[in-house]
């Protein structure tokens, strides 16, 4: 049951590789956390079962901007073709700097 998800090693691990691999830090921001990032699956974790532990799926947000992709596209069944989509979007509004926005391009490529 994905509810419980939060409670599994596998996905603390998850997590945690995540965080330690984006040195707590928002990649679209750049600002480091103060408690206020997460790992958002770039691939839904509800449908893409082969990348749901997958670190190269997961990349850190800030909740605002999380919850800023969220609003625009809902939660669950999320694709990295909507995470570009959102970038794209994030980009063409000054919103990140050309460098993250080509690092993150390179990371979707990872994900098959």
């Known amino acids: 049951d994905a509810r419980y998800r939060f ?8 997590v945690q590789k995540c965080l330690k691999n984006d040195n707590y830090t928002c990649q679209i921001s750049g600002k480091k956390s ?11 974790f509800n449908w893409d ?8 799926n997961g990349i850190v947000l800030n909740k605002e901007i999380h919850n800023e992709f969220h609003k625009l596209y809902g939660k ?6 909507q995470f570009k989509d959102f970038i794209n979007m ?12 080509k ?10």
Not at 49 to 56: A, E, G, K, T, V
Not at 76 to 81: A, F, L, P, R, V
Not at 90 to 101: H, M
Not at 103 to 112: E, G, P, Y
Request: glycine share 6%; net charge positive; aromatic share 10%.
């Open 7 to 14: 409670r599994k090693p596998e996905y603390k691990l998850f």
């Open 34 to 44: 103060c408690g206020d990032v997460v790992v958002h699956h770039i691939s839904g």
């Open 49 to 56: 079962i082969q990348n749901r532990y997958n670190s190269d």
């Open 76 to 81: 669950g069944n999320n694709t990295k073709e």
């Open 90 to 101: 994030l980009f063409e509004n000054n919103r990140i700097t050309l460098d993250r926005y």
């Open 103 to 112: 690092n993150i391009l390179k990371r979707l490529d990872k994900i098959k």
